[in-house]
Nanobody, 128 residues
Framework: QVQVVESGGVSVQAGGSLRLSCAASGGTFSSYVHAMGWFRQAPGKEREVIATISRSGGTTDYADSVKGRFTISRENAKNTVYLQMNNLKPEDTAVYYC???????????????????WGQGTQVTVSS
């Protein structure tokens, strides 16, 4: 059974930086065949995509709200995906989720229902 586990969420001051990690394992999971995405969900809001990365790592995409501040990357040999977050703002406060697409999809996608495996989320709180 595939497991996805996020880590790295903490409370930080506005303007600070964080790096989230997402480790996947189990079942037939192989990082080389799964496109990945980072989502976030703030209280009272819908879950939104913020960054995606193709299974090769060659293609990335970002939500306008984080473009230029966040960077998604992956180390396939470690089955790990990262989200580097710089210049954090209070509006970045949310639970951050990592998700993996089914193997037949080479690129990331923007809708949550296009992902097959999800982590439990990690809380990021940005104070002003």
């Amino acid at each position: 059974q595939v497991q996805v586990v996020e880590s790295g969420g903490v409370s930080v001051q506005a303007g600070g930086s964080l790096r989230l990690s997402c480790a996947a394992s189990g079942g037939t999971f192989s990082s080389y065949v799964h496109a990945m995405g980072w989502f976030r969900q703030a209280p009272g809001k819908e879950r939104e995509v913020i960054a995606t990365i193709s299974r090769s790592g060659g293609t990335t995409d970002y939500a306008d709200s984080v473009k230029g501040r966040f960077t998604i990357s992956r180390e396939n040999a470690k089955n790990t995906v990262y989200l580097q977050m710089n210049n954090l703002k209070p509006e970045d406060t949310a639970v951050y989720y990592c998700a993996a697409r089914a193997p037949q999809n080479a690129r990331g996608a923007s809708m949550p229902n296009e992902y097959a495996y999800w982590g439990q989320g990690t809380q990021v709180t940005v104070s002003s």
